[in-house]
C-alpha cells in the first residue's frame, strides 16, 4: 500500500471538468456485477461482506476520505482500486453499481453524481440528511429512474418477516380497523461504554494527514477526530437515534402498510444518560399522526434493554407483533374463534444486498426503491425538526415543506 500520499495528494490536485455519464451496461443473470463502495468504515465492511456471499458480484473499488480505513478494506478485497475522492471511483467505467455508506450528511452528493455517471446505487439509511439534499436527491433520481435502479438500505424491508405480516393482514378485516403503531428499541451498554462510543478507533492514526477533513466537515471546523469517529453524536452529521433506529423500524411498516407522510410529528427527550459530549439524545419519544388516521409511536433509550427492540401494530380485531418473531394475536371481544399464529419465513443477513442485484439483473424495482426512502427520512426530519423546535410541526403537502 502507498503512503498517504497515494490518497490524499489526488484530492490536493483536484478534479477537472464533470463526470461523464456512462449508460448503465444491461446485465445477464450470469453477468458478474462490478460495485464500488464509497465509505469504507464499518457499515462499508459489513456491507462488503453482504456482496461476496451475494450471488455474482465483487466489490472492484472503494472510496474513503480517510487512508488507513482504505487499506484495511482492500485488505478484505485484494486487487481492488482505492481512491481518496469518491469522484475518481465513478471515473472507473467498468463499475456497474456503487454503495454508499457514508455519515448522512455525505449522501447527497455522492448519490446525484453516481446517478449522473450511469450507476446503479445502494444507498444506506437515512436516504438524506436534510429536506434540501433529499429533493434534490428526488430530482436527480428522476432523470434516471427508468434506466438505474435505487435501493435504500432499510434491510428489513427483504426480511422474512414482510410476508408474515402480508400473511397476517389477509383476510383485509383480520386485524380490523388499524388505529395505531407502537414501536421501541431499548439497549444497553456496559456502564464504562456509553451507546455508539468507539475509543478504540481514536488512535494516533486519525489525524490531518491521513484524513481528507475538508471532504468530511463542511463548515470550516478545525480537525476532530472525536468527530469524525463518533459522527452519530452531533447533528451536524446525522439525526441521532431518529435516522439511525427509528427510520429502520418505520421503513418496513411504512413498505407493509403503503404508509404515507406524516400529517404532523411531536418529539420529546433529551440526554439523561450518557453526558459525554453527544448532541443527540439518549431517550426519546415520537409520535407521527399518520393520515390513514392511525398514530405511530417510537421510543427508545440507551440506558435499559428490558423492552427490547419490538412492534405491535394495534387494531380492533387483532394485533401483529414483530421482535424476532412475527405473531399475531386475536382481539377475542371481536375475534373469540381466532387462534394466536406464529410467522415461519426465515431471511439471510445479505437479503436486501442480493435482492438490489436482482433487481439490476432484472430492471425490476427493488424491496426499498427511492420513493419509499423517501417518505420514511421526511418523516425522520420532521422529528428531529419537532425536537430542535420544541413543539409539534406538521408537513405541507402542496409546498413540501415542514412548518
Not at 487499506?71 to 463499475?95: C, H, I, M, N, T
Not at 433520481?141 to 400473511?167: E, L, P, T, Y
Request: net charge neutral; hydrophobic share 40%.
Amino acid at each position: 500500500m502507498d503512503s498517504r500520499r497515494h490518497f490524499l495528494g489526488k484530492v490536493a490536485s483536484g478534479l477537472a471538468g464533470t463526470l461523464a455519464s456512462v449508460p448503465a451496461r444491461a446485465l445477464g443473470a450470469n453477468d458478474r456485477i462490478r460495485l464500488g463502495i464509497i465509505g469504507a468504515g464499518d457499515r462499508g465492511l459489513e456491507l462488503l461482506n453482504q456482496i461476496r456471499v451475494s450471488e455474482n458480484a465483487e466489490v472492484a473499488a472503494f472510496a474513503d476520505i480517510y487512508t488507513k480505513r482504505l487499506e484495511k478494506a482492500v485488505g478484505f478485497a485484494p486487487g481492488a482500486a482505492s481512491y481518496a475522492d469518491y469522484r475518481q471511483l465513478l471515473e472507473d467505467d467498468s463499475l456497474d453499481a456503487v454503495v454508499i455508506a457514508t455519515p448522512p450528511h455525505l449522501h447527497a452528493e455522492p448519490f446525484c453524481d453516481a446517478l449522473d455517471a450511469g450507476r446503479h446505487v445502494y444507498l444506506e439509511k437515512t436516504l438524506a440528511h436534510t429536506l434540501d439534499d433529499a429533493k434534490r436527491m428526488r430530482a436527480a433520481f428522476a432523470k434516471h429512474r427508468n434506466r438505474q435502479i435505487v435501493q435504500v438500505g432499510h434491510q428489513a424491508c427483504s426480511f422474512g418477516h414482510m410476508a408474515d405480516v402480508a400473511q397476517f393482514l389477509t383476510p383485509a378485516d383480520r386485524v380490523g380497523k388499524i388505529s395505531a403503531l407502537v414501536m421501541r428499541n431499548y439497549r444497553n451498554t456496559p456502564r464504562h461504554k456509553p451507546q455508539w462510543a468507539r475509543p478504540a478507533l481514536l488512535t494516533a492514526d486519525v489525524n490531518p494527514q491521513n484524513v481528507a477533513w475538508n471532504n468530511f466537515d463542511r463548515g470550516g471546523r478545525a480537525f476532530d477526530a472525536n468527530r469524525l469517529i463518533h459522527w452519530r453524536y452531533f447533528w451536524e452529521y446525522a439525526g441521532g437515534g431518529v435516522s439511525e433506529n427509528m427510520s429502520q423500524q418505520l421503513a418496513f411498516w411504512y413498505r407493509a402498510l403503503g404508509l404515507q407522510i406524516p400529517r404532523a410529528a411531536t418529539m420529546s427527550g433529551g440526554i439523561y444518560l450518557w453526558n459525554d459530549g453527544r448532541e443527540t439524545p439518549d431517550t426519546m419519544d415520537v409520535a407521527l399522526d399518520q393520515p390513514e388516521h392511525m398514530l405511530v409511536s417510537w421510543s427508545s433509550g440507551f440506558g435499559n434493554n428490558q423492552l427490547g427492540v419490538t412492534e405491535d401494530l394495534l387494531g380492533s380485531h387483532g394485533t401483529i407483533s414483530r421482535g424476532n418473531h412475527v405473531r399475531y394475536t386475536p382481539q377475542k371481544v371481536n375475534r373469540p374463534e381466532d387462534a394466536e399464529r406464529m410467522g415461519r419465513a426465515s431471511h439471510l443477513p445479505q437479503a436486501h444486498m442480493q435482492n438490489f442485484l436482482d433487481a439490476i439483473r432484472a430492471h425490476r424495482e427493488p424491496n426499498c426503491p427511492f420513493e419509499a426512502g423517501w417518505r420514511v427520512t421526511v418523516a425522520c426530519l420532521m422529528a428531529v425538526e419537532s425536537y430542535h423546535a420544541g413543539r409539534t410541526v406538521r408537513w405541507n403537502a402542496e409546498t413540501e415543506e415542514i412548518v
